[in-house]
């Protein structure tokens, strides 16, 4: 795998999701479930990231990749989870510049489609949408992708 | 109503492993050499009001977007054109320079969440901006500024050492950028006064006062903090790649996977 190297359990050592409790769960709102319907997630070629809500940190828990842009200014990765009835829901999440995150071991190929996650962690849109802006991402491998700030 | 799933969320703040917080560096070093390749610690940079540091540890740090940073002192027509811009909210991109890819100015261009890169001579110290490819020339050879420059949009600069410190002073700008990300104006009046100082091995600091009476009442000064990165460059960064998914084409896989400088 090509992030092999990267050292899992340094950097998962502050995270307070122990891999061994953690089974794929859907992280689910009364919010994001109305939300969760809408397709099409309204996204700004570049804005300044004041839609986040930078106090508090989302956790979604599995899902698969759909989709991944490794391209600037940000980079944008979707995904889908599925809970216990099988009702789908779409996520995205758009993280930093591919120049930085380049630099950090990432690649276009990182988060093909089809890639199974344990968990994505971040800033989440303030009106409720299934969307953040990254902080945290784990393989279902239990590898960590760095997310640099 | 919770579709049969697990609600988990995370109050209060992680932290990671990258957060890249500096531990001083006791490695030899020449205070004069300011090369390398320097990455901010943090989006934006770190106010500084009456001497009174209005950014570190608190949250926001600094101006890296609207809404964020202390008030800052300014004039009638400054905090107008500063309340017009807020106004806009979400609309607020298309007013920024940035949204035509134009350069962002100083100090803003300082403030990018991507590397600069230092490369010295005698005559000059030359920061390359992995932003959009602007190099900024800071002139050693030089005490005054020409007379009758034309304001651009990364301005004039001259340098001189005092001491272990750069001393950059900068003129010439144009009033169509914004001093921050958070849309603070500034005049073509615009002088700042840049301090340079590499303060350990791994650790440069910029500190820049700034000097507007058409904008601001009071001179105050924005500081950041940069890291050393051994083995980075710049890379090719360009904006208009940001405006424009038919631009994707430009890259081979339709995706950007460095140019080789790391």
Same mark, same amino acid.
């Given at each position: 795998?090509?992030?092999?190297?990267?050292?899992?359990?340094?950097?998962?050592?502050?995270?307070?999701?122990?891999?061994?409790?953690?089974?794929?769960?859907?992280?689910?709102?009364?919010?994001?479930?109305?939300?969760?319907?809408?397709?099409?997630?309204?996204? @700004?070629?570049?804005?300044?990231?004041?839609? @986040?809500?930078?106090?508090?940190? !989302? !956790?979604?828990?599995?899902?698969?990749?759909?989709?991944?842009? @490794?391209?600037?200014?940000?980079?944008?990765? @979707?995904?889908?989870?599925?809970?216990?009835?099988?009702?789908?829901?779409?996520?995205?999440?758009?993280?930093?510049?591919?120049?930085?995150?380049?630099?950090?071991?990432?690649?276009?190929?990182?988060?093909?489609?089809? !890639?199974?996650?344990?968990?994505?962690?971040?800033?989440?849109?303030?009106?409720?949408?299934?969307?953040?802006?990254?902080?945290?991402?784990?393989?279902?491998?239990?590898?960590?992708?760095?997310?640099?700030? | 109503?919770?579709?049969?799933?697990?609600?988990?969320?995370?109050?209060?703040?992680?932290?990671?492993?990258?957060?890249?917080?500096?531990?001083?560096?006791? *490695?030899?070093?020449?205070?004069?050499?300011?090369?390398?390749?320097?990455?901010?610690?943090?989006?934006?940079?770190?106010?500084?009001?009456?001497?009174?540091?209005?950014?570190?540890?608190?949250?926001?740090?600094?101006?890296?977007?609207?809404?964020?940073?202390?008030?800052?002192?300014?004039?009638?027509?400054?905090?107008? *054109? &500063?309340?017009? %811009?807020? *106004?806009?909210?979400?609309?607020? %991109? #298309?007013?920024?320079?940035?949204?035509?890819? &134009?350069?962002?100015?100083?100090?803003?261009?300082?403030?990018?969440?991507?590397?600069?890169?230092?490369?010295?001579?005698?005559?000059? /110290?030359?920061?390359?901006?992995?932003?959009?490819?602007?190099?900024?020339?800071?002139?050693?050879?030089?005490?005054?500024?020409?007379?009758?420059?034309?304001?651009?949009?990364?301005?004039?600069?001259?340098?001189?050492?005092?001491?272990?410190?750069? /001393?950059?002073?900068?003129?010439?700008?144009?009033?169509?950028?914004?001093?921050?990300?958070?849309?603070?104006?500034?005049?073509?009046?615009?002088?700042?006064?840049?301090?340079?100082?590499? /303060?350990?091995?791994?650790?440069?600091?910029?500190?820049?006062?700034?000097?507007?009476?058409?904008?601001?009442? *009071?001179?105050?000064?924005?500081?950041?903090?940069?890291?050393?990165?051994?083995?980075?460059?710049?890379?090719?960064?360009?904006?208009?790649?940001?405006?424009?998914?038919?631009? #994707?084409?430009?890259?081979?896989?339709?995706?950007?996977?460095?140019?080789?400088? #790391?």
């Amino acid at each position: 795998m090509v992030l092999g190297r990267w050292k899992q359990s340094k950097l998962l050592g502050k995270s307070i999701l122990g891999r061994s409790k953690v089974k794929s769960k859907i992280a689910v709102s009364a919010l994001a479930a109305v939300a969760a319907l809408a397709l099409s997630i309204p996204m @700004f070629a570049h804005h300044g990231g004041s839609e @986040f809500d930078d106090k508090e940190v !989302t !956790t979604v828990m599995g899902g698969t990749v759909t989709r991944f842009e @490794f391209v600037n200014p940000h980079i944008e990765i @979707f995904w889908e989870t599925k809970d216990d009835k099988g009702v789908v829901q779409k996520w995205w999440a758009e993280g930093t510049t591919p120049n930085l995150l380049y630099r950090y071991g990432w690649n276009k190929d990182v988060l093909k489609p089809g !890639t199974q996650l344990q968990s994505v962690g971040g800033n989440r849109c303030k009106n409720g949408d299934n969307c953040m802006r990254l902080r945290k991402i784990v393989l279902a491998t239990g590898e960590e992708l760095p997310v640099p700030r | 109503m919770v579709l049969g799933g697990i609600a988990l969320f995370v109050c209060g703040r992680i932290t990671y492993a990258q957060d890249n917080k500096p531990t001083a560096s006791t *490695k030899p070093f020449d205070t004069r050499d300011l090369s390398g390749t320097w990455m901010g610690l943090r989006f934006g940079g770190n106010i500084i009001l009456d001497g009174q540091q209005g950014g570190p540890g608190q949250k926001p740090a600094a101006p890296a977007g609207p809404g964020q940073g202390p008030p800052l002192p300014m004039t009638a027509w400054a905090q107008a *054109k &500063f309340d017009a %811009y807020q *106004k806009l909210g979400d609309d607020r %991109y #298309k007013m920024d320079p940035r949204r035509d890819c &134009f350069p962002l100015g100083m100090p803003r261009d300082m403030y990018e969440p991507v590397p600069l890169e230092i490369l010295q001579s005698p005559d000059q /110290v030359v920061i390359l901006l992995e932003n959009d490819h602007i190099n900024r020339h800071i002139f050693l050879n030089m005490t005054e500024h020409p007379k009758d420059l034309s304001p651009t949009w990364m301005g004039h600069s001259i340098g001189h050492w005092e001491g272990d410190t750069l /001393v950059v002073d900068t003129v010439a700008l144009h009033g169509e950028t914004f001093l921050d990300g958070a849309g603070h104006p500034h005049t073509g009046q615009l002088h700042l006064i840049e301090r340079i100082k590499r /303060v350990d091995a791994n650790t440069l600091d910029d500190t820049v006062t700034v000097d507007d009476p058409g904008a601001y009442t *009071k001179q105050f000064s924005i500081q950041k903090t940069y890291q050393l990165k051994p083995g980075w460059h710049v890379m090719e960064y360009v904006c208009e790649d940001e405006w424009s998914d038919k631009l #994707k084409k430009y890259y081979p896989d339709g995706y950007f996977n460095g140019d080789g400088a #790391k």
